[in-house]
């Protein structure tokens, strides 16, 4: 799936918010990404997803991955 990511930089934080239309996994909805220079994390306000995810940056693209949480 390609969505445009729309959000802000803040260099001086170090800190970016982002926001993914239609980018959540579970339910489809709008999905909000924070990215600092240690860690990143996603949430969807419709259903209340949280996950601490993976973000890379290749080719003028940003890839957003969520590991699993454990293992059953």
Request: hydrophobic share 35%; proline share 7%.
């Amino acid at each position: 799936m390609h969505s445009m990511i729309h959000g802000v930089i803040d260099r001086g934080e170090g800190r970016a918010d982002l926001s993914v239309p239609q980018g959540c996994p579970l339910c489809g909805g709008s999905l909000d990404l924070r990215v600092t220079p240690t860690s990143a994390f996603t949430y969807c306000a419709s259903c209340r997803w949280i996950s601490r995810s993976v973000v890379a940056v290749r080719s003028g693209t940003v890839e957003v991955g969520h590991p699993p949480g454990g293992v059953a």
